[in-house]
């Protein structure tokens, strides 16, 4: 990966949504909040109102603890879940079982990832019928504890409401219990044009790992339980394991700039949006192929050998002939501008010649 | 802790550092990193120039983990200097003992903290002479692994460059490791007047965690690693602990920012200078005892309780009859003035009457 | 310690109680079990009836998980009793504390053991007041979660009915459980005059480790639990420890003949007879001390040292100068007879002038 | 399972060798080893003697650390060939991965179990090729760090000495450790008619878990590392696990007489030897077929389902119908005599009829 690439400004980075900054309003909300004394661990009124307005959006009570990156939200969130002789289910695309070195392993004490397959990487309910009850009460093996779904998925692709509540459902009727890796959850939000409730707590989701960071936040994630019963377990692995900020306010005013005015909205719409234009723009270029119209703001397309190169050439970054050879994965941020998305499919048209 | 104190900007806080915001140099930094795309995961210029600064100060190539907590940055570190059946020597006051809710057993999967007592918060030497092969070789104990030392300590108090040298050798004559809790390392550093290399790797540390939070950043503390034989599993760890941050950049711009033109220095200055002031002026008011002359920005005294309730009237904020009945402490901040001292003193003189 | 003891048939070791063998029934039950298949990991009846057994002497129904060492039988009663960031209060001079290289540090993923002394081995309740209670609710510190007795203590006293009673009440009354280590439960048993049922589930105690080995068994301690809420997950926490074994009949037919026709209470008896005689002839013996009038089958005693040099030269093997020069540890067995008894004496009074 | 059957001696019991007693050598042997006092922890002349006489068999030192089960022999030698962010490949039928409600995730704080696919429950060494370099460096995945192989397996087939050198080979070269499960080492030994050296260090094995328990002992089970470099840790793990025995003579006694005069090879070769006799006796009776012909004590047939009926009718117990329907596993023991086998035979002669 070139290290020129590291400062353009260019908006040709579709790697990945981490390497867009953050919205200037997050950005102020920050920089505003260094001034004053407050008190630490929480009990500020960045966190108060951090915690109030996911209170708004969830339509409910919840309990809100904020984290420095997803992997810590994921494996604090699971290590709540399941005991350390459980399996976690997820599919075996799952961030958690794919990109995290073993982290849920390291938070639940040793407990083991089982994947669950499925088409567009979501789990296939037929499948998880089955894997929520292998085994179950046999003491020589893992207990299926907790079903991780990523909403939307490490492919973009996105959950319908009816499929969520069918995999919790499937979950519940076992004794399992849900939770959700929501690193892009506002994509997904935006894409079913549901409400946080509806996608969560109202289809059997006990515990959500709520992404700001690929969203337009810097460094704060938090996780958002809808159990009061974990609480207490929550507080203390979070502080345990090093995710309870002392100055707390400069991750919860993230958050707070974050839900205010609906800019988390529009960020993910903008992704999301992006990733449309440029989809429906690579249709109509003679030679290249969407895999898959995105739902999110990831997209798959097969692109011809020479116009690979030839962005590569210009400064574009994506990753390639990774799952396979041909195949492109751009991901499209809320930063990047009807202009950047124009420029590239100029540029793939051009190379296409 | 009354929430009306959460937002006085007053100056009137004096329970942690940690109630302090951020200077407006590293703010701003901040800010500014928000533009543009960026390499995740620390590849990105922000953190090579936060890398090549922490290699300046300690004048020699370092490994750095920028990481969001300081019980993150000690957890982590401990768990590459011990095996999980040894056990890390520091004093029974140290942060990883009391205050840490068993992190530095969560990160090390289990080893054993062991209290060496000695004066002012500091290990004394003939304790740890005898602690560091306590039962050495014995299958059915656990391991001496690791010495930490708190620069400086939880009172404030600071060790000399011969203390830790001569701690140092006695842990390294035994096969010890020394790790260093740098929480107030900046502070330490302008009590003694030396240099960062002086202070660590000159005298024998090994692993050192180093605290910018508490000294004028937001949330950006960073494990620096003087044993490149570490860096590999450091790097492991600290991914699979959740402390990868994906835009690191937010993190590492605050050491940046931390590190140039000295401002973490005068950071530590104005905070060691205000501790001293208000020493200075305690001494002078009949009915106040100072415990010690504070050598950092931590500061112990005896107040009678009628002045201790009228400061809390005040809207003053610090810890009080918490390690013995009469006696306050006061934390002093780089974001306090002169202004906020005198007036503090000010009022301690008043209520003495 | 030298090898050629290593064989001496001679009753002359008085180091520890694991240095006897088992007792002829214990042995030729084992070795009855060798004929014929059963159903492994104890769907067998060597293992219902040693249930069964341990049943009738609670008078009640128990939980029961036969494991291979006293290490194993607390470490996972211990994981099931507190969560990772819970502490365990026991006695500094306790078996898990002192003598287990971290077992319940391990088996708790990390839990914290902190020690409440008194004198005599014995927790001290008004230390365990303040104990139960430090820093609860306080998510910076590890939180009380288990008391752990040991009956008898490591130094061969005997906590009394009340004194459980009352140990306990302060633990249920703060929210802990209680954990019992009864690596020298027959022992104490037969001190008190007491019902097994009576010092423990009677007086407030949870999980038993409950010993055998020492006290003629050959390798079979078991968990007895008395409480049926935690039977799932130390069934679990077993399996996935390796302590579930699979011919788990030549475990549990230890159990079934110790239980047998009181061969249990016999041996204890004798070993702690044992110990009273050697106490009532040192005292016979000028020059000698006896610190305190054994209450199970440890003995601590003054000896000269032309009397401990002259006993070691003679093949006796026993502790000595490793609590304080010139302090002598006798540990008797259900094995020593009193001709070994009355022999060591006639040496102690030979090497006395 | 009818418990009726728990009692059964009438050999015919094919659910697993673990339903088989002992050797009448090693019950004689534990019950002669009941006399006596000797040192505890191993330091006694019967592990003396059982760590001579395994460096006999390997023809040179070995490390030998004696544990109560498969199981924490995996765990245990497991965690000491990769770091908690490792992950351990083995095929997806290992005892590791399936029946071991994941011993080896709690032993190794965490480490991934990554199945490597074959034919025959054995490990393909195109997969091993590509899986052993699967992101390696990566720090966003766990790291390829041990091989373990079953020998032999879980369905009784046995790797060849080449296939065990070209496995461990892929393996070395990619600097990954070699951990061999031998539940049925001797099994596998008498099939291949190899030397234990031959078998293990000679062809790239670094540590064994050494199975005695199925094969004729009781409880003795063992480590045996051919890395002088992992013996301290090894002696640490095991001692915090739970499994430094105290009164070790009672595991070690067994492994010396399963040990002498070449027990163990005979025994394994009576249960070899049924196995074939069972498969050559199923052949010849029309409407079974014999999914492979046995290589050690495992066989795999398909049986009419009359017959599988008729069979348990008799008080015949085997798993049937658990990894296809119609498919019946018959595991021999050392316990079986030819007559138990003919029996079998007849019987399923006259439920074919």
Not at 80 to 99: E, F, K, M, Q, R
Not at 149 to 172: F, P
Not at 261 to 287: E, H, S
Request: glycine content about 8%; some cysteine; charged content about 20%.
């Amino acid at each position: 990966m070139s290290t020129t690439l590291a400062t353009t400004p260019s908006g040709r980075a579709f790697i990945s949504d981490n390497m867009a900054g953050a919205s200037p309003q997050i950005a102020r909300a920050v920089s505003d909040a260094a001034a004053g004394q407050v008190l630490p661990y929480g009990n500020d009124p960045f966190t108060d109102r951090a915690r109030r307005k996911l209170g708004e959006i969830f339509e409910r009570d919840v309990d809100v603890f904020p984290v420095s990156t997803g992997s810590a939200a994921n494996g604090l969130s699971l290590a709540a879940l399941t005991p350390p002789w459980g399996s976690v289910l997820s599919h075996p695309d799952s961030h958690i079982n794919h990109d995290e070195c073993g982290a849920p392993e390291f938070f639940t004490n040793g407990a083991k990832l089982v994947g669950v397959p499925g088409p567009d990487s979501k789990i296939d309910p037929a499948m998880l019928e089955v894997a929520v009850r292998r085994r179950a009460g046999d003491v020589h093996s893992v207990q299926p504890s907790a079903v991780s779904l990523s909403q939307a998925t490490e492919s973009g692709s996105v959950y319908t409401l009816d499929e969520i509540r069918r995999l919790s459902a499937i979950a519940k009727d076992a004794g399992l219990r849900v939770h959700m890796d929501g690193a892009r959850f506002a994509n997904a939000l935006d894409h079913l044009g549901a409400t946080p409730a509806e996608m969560t707590w109202k289809v059997g989701v006990d515990v959500l790992s709520f992404g700001a960071t690929k969203n337009g936040a810097m460094t704060a994630d938090a996780i958002v339980s809808f159990d009061p019963a974990l609480a207490t377990e929550l507080a203390f692995r979070a502080k345990r394991a090093g995710q309870l900020t002392s100055k707390m306010r400069f991750h919860t005013a993230q958050i707070d700039a974050y839900l205010t005015d609906g800019l988390w909205l529009r960020n993910a719409r903008q992704a999301n949006a992006m990733a449309t234009r440029l989809g429906d723009g690579l249709k109509a270029i003679p030679g290249t192929g969407l895999l898959a119209t995105p739902q999110s703001n990831i997209l798959f397309c097969r692109l011809p050998q020479q116009v690979a190169e030839g962005l590569l050439a210009e400064g574009y970054a994506f990753y390639h002939d990774r799952w396979e050879a041909g195949i492109v994965r751009f991901v499209t941020a809320f930063s990047h501008s009807t202009d950047d998305i124009d420029q590239l499919l100029d540029a793939v048209r051009r190379h296409s010649h």
